[in-house]
């Protein structure tokens, strides 16, 4: 029973969801702007783009046949484009 118990705990923590928002950052830090660019969680052929402090990130398009790859922050051919795991900004746009 107690190792029931355990694998389920280990379950729950594995497969907990990653951010499930947009990925739109709000844009209220200094160090968003430094990073400019953030992954759209919801459509991988876009981005988001902080620039100016406290204003909601714009969503830019990625050129055609290319997909955007947060680690690289940079649109990518689909034949080099990978899924990357979701991760919350650093302050979400107000809603």
Not at 3 to 21: K, N, R, Y
Not at 54 to 60: K, V
Request: charged share 20%; with cysteine.
């Amino acid at each position: 029973m107690k190792l029931q118990i355990a694998l389920s705990a280990v379950l729950v923590v594995f497969c907990w969801p990653a951010h499930e928002g947009d990925g739109q950052p709000g844009c209220k830090t200094q160090a968003e702007l430094e990073i400019q660019v953030f992954r759209n969680n919801w459509n991988a052929t876009s981005y988001w783009k902080c620039e100016a402090l406290n204003q909601p990130a714009t969503q830019l398009k990625c050129p055609a046949d290319t997909g955007f790859v947060d680690s690289l922050k940079n649109c990518v051919g689909w034949e080099e484009w990978e899924w990357e795991a979701p991760v919350a900004p650093l302050s979400e746009a107000d809603q």
